[in-house]
């Protein structure tokens, strides 16, 4: 896995500003970093509903009646002229819905038979479709599909390419976990150079040997994450002007997915938050006896701060910058860094 440079921290006014614009969101924590992932760009068998064509059902129902099933046969009893009935058969063929005998007898299909008593059958094409994986944190990535259209590029580490075997486990996947995570339901099979191309009908298709080469190429995107109640949501940033993209995210997930993703939310722990603020007043100069005498207390979404009475009054700047919603601290937790507003308050007595 290649590491990902720190990004510089925005200003406590930057962090207001977001928060400001978070706070419909009710955001209980905040994650600041460059999110690193694989685009992967694969040829995918896809199976979409398509509506059955109402002359097709006709001559499929045909087929159910008992007589001659042949051209001829078919052509004196639907009355359709020999040209476009031998057409509607050859494309009933193609799909799956109908076949002939050694006698050149038709039939449905099982297929067929669905479709007339669905109204709908499954349509299979090949397309190239792009596919996101996230660094999860452990030995391999996670699916995620993302909206990211100003991702930086990435080396990929020599020593650890994409393993192909990451996507096609996701064929495997449940509806529920493919609908989280935004897996294409539709897609079904992926296809590379080594997979026979045909369809989930029997059916063949060709397909040149070039588009089913994969592509893999390592991205990075600086982001926000945002947890609201036990959702998150993933938010592209500008960091020449530290400007938040609220809309569209680039991911949002339910609690059961930010599960699954926890290396995105790291919890610092409270000796984390304290050592933070220590090297928050020493950039200060405030005197180490007076750093040890402040309380420092973790409550989501801020972090809440009692200062003895000397330290507060000394601290009027940043007591202001607590009023407006302009002091922050920052802590480091793995790739990324959580940031947290300060809430002032001065001992009592």
């Given at each position: 896995m290649?590491?990902?440079?720190?990004?510089?921290l925005?200003?406590?006014?930057?962090?207001?500003?977001w928060?400001?614009?978070l706070?419909?969101?009710?955001?209980t924590?905040?994650w600041?970093?460059?999110?690193?992932?694989w685009?992967?760009?694969?040829?995918?068998?896809?199976?979409?509903?398509r509506?059955?064509?109402?002359?097709?059902?006709?001559?499929?129902?045909?087929?159910?009646?008992?007589?001659d099933?042949?051209?001829?046969g078919?052509?004196?009893?639907v009355?359709?002229a020999?040209?476009?009935?031998?057409r509607i058969?050859?494309?009933?063929?193609?799909?799956?819905?109908?076949?002939?005998?050694?006698?050149?007898?038709?039939q449905?299909?099982?297929?067929g038979?669905?479709?007339?008593?669905?109204?709908?059958y499954?349509?299979?094409?090949?397309?190239?479709?792009?596919?996101t994986?996230v660094?999860?944190?452990?030995?391999?990535?996670?699916?995620?599909q993302?909206?990211?259209?100003?991702a930086?590029?990435?080396?990929?580490?020599?020593?650890?390419?994409?393993?192909?075997?990451?996507?096609?486990?996701?064929?495997?996947?449940?509806?529920?976990?493919?609908?989280?995570?935004?897996?294409?339901?539709?897609?079904?099979?992926?296809?590379?150079?080594?997979?026979?191309?045909?369809?989930?009908n029997?059916?063949?298709?060709e397909?040149?040997?070039w588009?089913?080469?994969?592509v893999?190429?390592?991205?990075?995107?600086?982001?926000?994450v945002v947890?609201?109640?036990?959702d998150?949501?993933?938010l592209?940033?500008?960091?020449?002007?530290?400007?938040?993209?609220a809309a569209?995210?680039?991911?949002s997930?339910?609690?059961?997915?930010?599960?699954?993703?926890?290396?995105?939310?790291?919890e610092?722990?409270?000796a984390?938050?304290?050592?933070?603020?220590?090297?928050?007043?020493?950039?200060?100069h405030?005197?180490?006896?007076e750093?040890?005498?402040?309380?420092?207390?973790?409550?989501?979404p801020?972090?809440?701060v009692?200062?003895?009475?000397a330290?507060f009054?000394?601290?009027?700047?940043?007591r202001?910058?607590?009023?407006r919603?302009?002091?922050?601290?920052a802590?480091?937790?793995g790739?990324?860094?959580?940031?947290?507003p300060?809430?002032?308050?001065?001992?009592?007595g």
């Amino acid at each position: 896995m290649t590491a990902s440079p720190a990004p510089t921290l925005p200003s406590g006014r930057a962090l207001a500003g977001w928060w400001r614009l978070l706070a419909p969101r009710c955001p209980t924590g905040l994650w600041l970093g460059h999110l690193c992932y694989w685009r992967i760009e694969a040829l995918a068998c896809l199976s979409q509903p398509r509506p059955l064509d109402p002359l097709q059902g006709f001559i499929l129902r045909a087929l159910l009646l008992p007589g001659d099933h042949t051209l001829r046969g078919l052509e004196s009893r639907v009355h359709l002229a020999g040209q476009l009935l031998r057409r509607i058969l050859d494309a009933l063929r193609r799909q799956g819905l109908a076949v002939p005998d050694p006698t050149e007898s038709w039939q449905p299909t099982p297929l067929g038979r669905q479709a007339l008593r669905d109204g709908a059958y499954p349509q299979h094409e090949h397309q190239r479709r792009t596919f996101t994986f996230v660094d999860s944190g452990t030995e391999s990535p996670h699916f995620l599909q993302l909206h990211a259209s100003h991702a930086a590029p990435q080396l990929a580490p020599a020593d650890r390419p994409f393993d192909p075997a990451w996507l096609r486990r996701c064929l495997a996947q449940p509806a529920e976990w493919k609908a989280r995570f935004g897996f294409p339901l539709e897609v079904h099979d992926i296809l590379t150079m080594e997979a026979p191309v045909g369809f989930a009908n029997g059916s063949r298709a060709e397909v040149d040997p070039w588009q089913r080469v994969m592509v893999a190429e390592r991205e990075r995107l600086l982001v926000v994450v945002v947890r609201g109640g036990t959702d998150i949501q993933g938010l592209a940033v500008r960091s020449d002007a530290w400007q938040l993209q609220a809309a569209p995210p680039v991911f949002s997930v339910d609690a059961i997915g930010a599960a699954e993703l926890a290396a995105l939310t790291v919890e610092p722990s409270l000796a984390q938050w304290q050592q933070a603020w220590r090297e928050w007043c020493q950039s200060r100069h405030v005197p180490l006896e007076e750093i040890d005498a402040c309380r420092v207390e973790a409550t989501p979404p801020s972090v809440r701060v009692a200062v003895p009475a000397a330290v507060f009054k000394r601290l009027r700047s940043a007591r202001q910058e607590a009023e407006r919603g302009e002091l922050w601290l920052a802590v480091e937790t793995g790739a990324w860094h959580r940031l947290a507003p300060v809430a002032l308050a001065e001992l009592p007595g």
